[in-house]
Nanobody, 115 residues
Framework: VQLQASGGGAVQAGDSLRLSCLAS????????IGWFRQAPGKEREFVAG???????DYATSVKGRFTVNRDNAKNTVYLHMNSLKPEDTAVYYC??????????WGQGTQVTVSS
């Protein structure tokens, strides 16, 4: 599975962005897709995820501001980010798994939020 994340950019605090994760697999709907981020000097952290059954999960820090959804017809998962804060600045990655750990990772897209 190859994953391509896109949609990052430089925005002001309070703005919104939508990230996209495009997957190259015919069985996309079977995969759990997760979004992760890594800020400079920090460890990578989980942001949000969505299962094949459309169950979603969010990190506490983004709950109520970020929304994840998927369009299986387009092999794409979206991360809608609202009310962005400077602490959301990071490289955002999407990842995929069928079971167990996330074994497939995209290349990352930079999100920079200025105050």
């Amino acid at each position: 599975v190859q994953l391509q994340a896109s949609g990052g950019g430089a925005v002001q605090a309070g703005d919104s962005l939508r990230l996209s994760c495009l997957a190259s697999t015919r069985t996309f709907s079977s995969y759990v897709i997760g979004w992760f981020r890594q800020a400079p000097g920090k460890e990578r952290e989980f942001v949000a995820g969505i299962t094949w059954g459309l169950k979603t999960d969010y990190a506490t820090s983004v709950k109520g501001r970020f929304t994840v959804n998927r369009d299986n017809a387009k092999n794409t998962v979206y991360l809608h980010m609202n009310s962005l804060k400077p602490e959301d600045t990071a490289v955002y990655y999407c990842a995929a798994r069928l079971e167990g750990d996330f074994g497939y990772w995209g290349q990352g897209t930079q999100v920079t939020v200025s105050s």
